[in-house]
């Protein structure tokens, strides 16, 4: 069975107004739901992307589980790892039944 996937814009930053070297908005939900995942749940393939074509509602994020559709979400605050991996656990779980 192929491993749920969720794949992380990086390059998505809420404001025009990024300064050089500041980590991008997508950058740091990456980070954090990394760190969620490692705490809560590991059975989820983090796939982060340079861009996933959706700059005007960042943050952008895209989950693909065997037997569902793709969902693209957008708009999502960096705040939002937690339920990101919510998410994933209930696809999961909806897959194996």
């Known amino acids: 069975m192929t491993q749920p996937t969720l794949f992380i ?3 998505c930053c809420f404001s025009e107004d990024h300064t050089e070297g500041q980590l991008a908005d997508g950058k740091v939900l ?3 739901v990394k760190t969620h995942q490692v705490e809560s749940y590991s059975q989820i393939r983090v796939q982060p992307v340079a861009c996933l074509w959706a700059c005007g509602s960042p943050c952008v994020v895209a989950f693909t589980a065997p037997n569902k559709p793709t969902y693209l979400l ?15 656990r209930e696809c999961e ?5």
């Open 9 to 11: 814009c990086q390059s």
């Open 30 to 32: 990456l980070e954090q």
């Open 93 to 97: 779980i909806l897959t194996t039944q």
């Open 74 to 88: 957008s708009k999502l605050p960096t705040e939002s790892a937690s339920d990101l991996i919510r998410l994933i």
